[in-house]
Nanobody, 125 residues
């Protein structure tokens, strides 16, 4: 299985971030796909997840991102996307996509079997 994030980099506070995750070697339509982030010295934090039952079902886990996050999936392109608006310097970190075991969303990293390598996002003030 291969998963690869793209779209990270240096962004200005207040701007909108768009990340994409490509998936290969997995049964994409049966997967729940999550987005996580990790700042230096901190634990990996769940941003949100979209499950396989409905492409419109999205859970935003982290309180700091609620109201600013949208997650979508494109089964034809085997990609899942993360959009985060009104970026803040505290949104800086490594962002990861992950595929959950069993096809159901979870906020716990241990429930995810497959991970991308991550993409760095740095928000400047």
């Amino acid at each position: 299985a291969q998963m690869e994030e793209s779209g990270g980099g240096l962004v200005q506070a207040g701007e909108t971030l768009r990340l994409s995750c490509s998936v290969a070697g997995l049964r994409f339509r049966e997967l729940a796909m999550g987005w996580f982030r990790q700042a230096p010295g901190q634990a990996r934090e769940a941003i949100g997840c979209i499950d396989y039952r409905s492409a419109r079902t999205t859970a935003a886990y982290a309180a700091s991102v609620k109201g600013r996050v949208a997650i979508s999936r494109d089964s034809a392109e085997w990609t899942v996307s993360l959009q985060m608006s009104s970026l803040r310097p505290e949104d800086t970190g490594m962002y990861y996509c992950a595929a959950a075991r069993g096809g159901y969303c979870s906020a716990s990293p241990s429930d995810y079997a497959h991970w991308g390598q991550g993409t760095q996002v740095t928000v400047s003030s």
